[in-house]
């Protein structure tokens, strides 16, 4: 297990002409919340709207806490987007699987990671 930059993770993609880059994440906050959400770009989101909604079905399906939504920008200014949202060529998406914060989102987490995991895997493949 490495790290790997944000630059070098969307260069990559974007070397080998991929259709689709999907970001997995844990999300985390000083209050008590959880739930999931995905965030796409701010600009012709289409696509990736499409995408994020499909996730977030089968998700809400595979048991998570709450559905937060599709969010769109970056949390702090809605005209700039993720890094990897941003700097990919490709649709793409940023999901945020639950508040690592949230004992709640944690034990479904813990108890649901394979559904998770086939939720997205099935959200990805009707997309195609």
């Given amino acids: ?72 920008g970056y949390i702090t200014d809605r005209n700039k987007d993720y890094y990897v949202n941003s700097h990919t060529n490709m649709t793409s998406c940023l999901v945020e699987l639950g508040f690592i914060t949230s004992e709640t989102d944690n034990k479904l987490f813990d108890k649901n990671l394979d559904a998770y995991a086939q939720a997205i895997a099935d959200a990805i493949e009707a997309h195609i």
Avoid: M, Q
């Fill in 1 to 72: 297990d490495i790290f790997i930059s944000l630059e070098d993770r969307c260069k990559f993609a974007n070397s080998r002409s991929a259709e689709l880059f999907v970001s997995l994440h844990r999300n985390s906050a000083a209050t008590d919340v959880g739930g999931t959400e995905i965030w796409i770009e701010s600009e012709n989101p289409y696509r990736a709207r499409s995408l994020a909604k499909t996730i977030l079905g089968g998700l809400d399906e595979a048991g998570i806490s709450d559905d937060r939504g599709v969010k769109t």
